[in-house]
């Protein structure tokens, strides 16, 4: 049975931090507003703000890999997420307006589980101190736009029985990343011409922030500040190769059949050339046997 809590159970940090997708829901405040529910999913951009037993506070990045920390003892009670530009600033817009969000896990491998964080979301913009402080230039993923920051009052567990299993295959196609860093690293070179940030060019990222991420669809405002920053959005082009998906050999090409394991190739079994050759042999005997009684029937006829 699902469960309660006013804080984020040691528990259960490990396991977020091991998911790879969540989910955040938002909505307006107008009646007619349109709910909104955004899938994320790019590795290192999402943060547990963890309490220790010692009293001190430290970001799950800051956790090594391998270490003995001791996850039992520990709580939760905010967590923070890097925000990338994409076509729509619906979360920003409506944790600017109200606040109100949730953040969603599911369990696609291992035992089924749902966790919900119902909170309070805060925007920190390109450009302003505290994004500044939380995310120094050397760490932005390409793209990044703003942090949204959510305290939550409320954690909640639920069964998710429902919920199939998926095997995460890769984190994304490399040539789709490669796509938007090139994209991104275009913009910004035609923001980096344009000294003035008051002074857009027709092009640039800042500009499609200005342009196309400053209200949600309903018309509340998004982005306001980000694209008005003189803050340097840094070199993409090189910093894309940082963050590139390493080759895995165990994922197949498109075109190659699998078998029911997707995991499995279908490949050349031991006996597949006996198989082949004995298949030859036999149609070559057949062959000749009908040709002999050709060759009777013809003598038989003279």
Same mark, same amino acid.
């Given at each position: 049975?699902?469960?309660?809590?006013?804080?984020?159970?040691?528990?259960?940090?490990?396991?977020?931090?091991?998911?790879?997708?969540?989910?955040?829901?938002?909505?307006?405040?107008?009646?007619?507003?349109?709910?909104?529910?955004?899938?994320?999913?790019?590795?290192?951009?999402?943060?547990?703000m963890i309490d220790t037993e010692d009293g001190e506070t430290i970001d799950s990045h800051n956790i090594p890999e391998g270490s003995d920390f001791n996850f039992k003892k520990a709580t939760s009670r905010a967590v923070w997420y890097e925000d990338l530009t994409g076509s729509g600033a619906e979360t920003i817009a409506h944790a600017r307006e109200n606040g109100r969000i949730t953040v969603m896990f599911s369990a696609f491998e291992g035992p089924a589980n749902i966790v919900r964080l119902f909170g309070t979301a805060k925007v920190y913009e390109f450009g302003t101190p505290e994004y500044e402080e939380?995310?120094?230039?050397?760490?932005?993923?390409?793209?990044?736009?703003?942090?949204?920051?959510? +305290? @939550?009052?409320?954690?909640?567990?639920?069964? %998710?029985?429902?919920?199939? /299993?998926?095997?995460?295959?890769?984190? !994304?196609? =490399?040539?789709?990343?490669?796509?938007?860093?090139?994209?991104?690293?275009?913009?910004?070179?035609?923001?980096?011409?344009?000294?003035?940030?008051?002074?857009?060019?027709?092009?640039?990222?800042?500009?499609?922030?200005?342009?196309?991420?400053?209200?949600?669809?309903?018309?509340?405002?998004?982005?306001?500040?980000?694209?008005?920053?003189?803050?340097?959005?840094?070199?993409?082009?090189?910093?894309?190769?940082?963050?590139?998906?390493?080759?895995?050999?165990?994922?197949?090409?498109?075109?190659?059949?699998?078998?029911?394991?997707?995991?499995?190739?279908?490949?050349?079994?031991?006996?597949? +050339? @006996?198989?082949?050759?004995?298949?030859?042999? %036999?149609?070559?005997?057949? /062959?000749?046997?009908?040709?002999?009684? !050709?060759? =009777?029937?013809?003598?038989?006829?003279?």
């Amino acid at each position: 049975m699902g469960k309660s809590y006013d804080h984020l159970p040691g528990n259960l940090i490990p396991w977020i931090i091991d998911q790879k997708v969540f989910w955040v829901a938002t909505a307006p405040l107008a009646e007619d507003g349109h709910v909104n529910v955004s899938p994320k999913g790019y590795e290192r951009t999402f943060h547990i703000m963890i309490d220790t037993e010692d009293g001190e506070t430290i970001d799950s990045h800051n956790i090594p890999e391998g270490s003995d920390f001791n996850f039992k003892k520990a709580t939760s009670r905010a967590v923070w997420y890097e925000d990338l530009t994409g076509s729509g600033a619906e979360t920003i817009a409506h944790a600017r307006e109200n606040g109100r969000i949730t953040v969603m896990f599911s369990a696609f491998e291992g035992p089924a589980n749902i966790v919900r964080l119902f909170g309070t979301a805060k925007v920190y913009e390109f450009g302003t101190p505290e994004y500044e402080e939380l995310l120094p230039l050397e760490k932005r993923q390409p793209g990044s736009r703003s942090i949204i920051w959510v +305290d @939550f009052h409320r954690v909640g567990t639920a069964c %998710g029985f429902s919920i199939p /299993f998926y095997t995460i295959a890769a984190a !994304l196609e =490399q040539e789709d990343y490669d796509h938007y860093v090139s994209c991104t690293a275009e913009l910004e070179k035609s923001d980096a011409a344009e000294p003035a940030a008051t002074e857009l060019p027709g092009k640039g990222l800042k500009n499609y922030w200005k342009l196309s991420n400053n209200k949600s669809i309903d018309g509340v405002p998004a982005i306001q500040y980000a694209y008005a920053s003189k803050q340097p959005l840094g070199d993409w082009t090189v910093k894309g190769a940082d963050f590139r998906v390493p080759d895995d050999e165990s994922i197949p090409p498109k075109d190659q059949a699998v078998t029911k394991d997707p995991t499995a190739v279908v490949g050349r079994g031991p006996f597949e +050339d @006996f198989g082949k050759h004995f298949a030859g042999f %036999g149609a070559g005997v057949m /062959f000749t046997i009908l040709l002999y009684r !050709l060759a =009777q029937s013809i003598h038989w006829a003279h």
